[in-house]
């Protein structure tokens, strides 16, 4: 089971990620995409958290789909969350 990160480690690994928000039980962003393309982008997202034994949970709102990352366990961040939102980040890259 990966270690839990302190709010220092959640803070310093959102760094590179502008948009993500996080605390200790959770890290989340919000996206404005087209709706036909969030099928597409879930997809792969759950993909990616799988290979990790993560989790990601998605809102969907006319042109916008939410995620939050979680390890599974209330009230914990761990280093795979980062990775996945990192991931998340990058699958929107490819999108742009």
């Known amino acids: ?3 839990t990160l302190s709010d220092t480690e959640i803070a ?3 760094d590179g990620l502008a948009e ?3 605390d200790a039980g959770h890290l989340s962003r919000t996206v404005h995409v087209p709706e036909q393309a969030h099928g597409a982008l ?3 997202v759950q993909r990616d ?3 990790l034994s993560d ?3 998605f809102e969907r709102r006319r042109g ?3 995620f939050t990352v ?3 366990f209330p009230g914990r961040v761990t280093e795979p969350d980062l990775w996945l939102a990192r991931r998340i980040e990058a699958v929107l890259a490819e999108l742009a």
């Open 1 to 3: 089971m990966p270690e």
């Open 55 to 57: 989790h990601a949970q």
């Open 42 to 44: 879930i997809g792969r």
């Open 49 to 51: 958290a799988a290979e």
């Open 70 to 72: 979680t390890t599974g």
């Open 12 to 14: 310093r690994g959102l």
């Open 64 to 66: 916008e789909l939410t």
């Open 20 to 22: 993500w928000r996080g």
